[in-house]
Nanobody, 116 residues
């Protein structure tokens, strides 16, 4: 199974920025559409941003214009640049494939807290 390791979260003030990284353990990554998801306790996990193997991107309306997803297939890594962060962006962020079927095993996620 592919292992996913997220990093880059932390505590940031409103209006601040963070860059998240997610490294995959298998080169199948480069053929896979990937996404960043986030989850708040008590709520369903939601897709934040997605990127195809060719680099086409899509975003949830709540983050359009503020977040940018990118990938480096040579490093089996997907990134999420988050700017102008808001308190409502506080969540645990995960990466995984975009799928209508089977996800890869979920990583531990990375915590993002936006607070003054």
């Amino acid at each position: 199974q592919v292992q996913l390791v997220e990093s880059g979260g932390g505590l940031v003030q409103p209006g601040g920025s963070l860059r998240l990284s997610c490294a995959a353990s298998d080169s199948i990554f480069r053929f896979s559409a990937m996404a960043w998801y986030r989850q708040v306790p008590g709520k369903r996990r939601e897709l934040v941003a997605g990127i195809t193997s060719g680099g086409s991107t899509n975003y949830a309306d709540s983050v359009k214009g503020r977040f940018t997803i990118s990938r480096d297939n040579a490093k089996n890594t997907v990134y999420l640049q988050m700017n102008n962060l808001k308190p409502e962006d506080t969540a645990v962020y995960y990466c995984n494939v975009v799928t209508g079927g089977q996800y890869w095993d979920w990583g531990q996620g990375t915590h993002v807290t936006v607070s003054s």
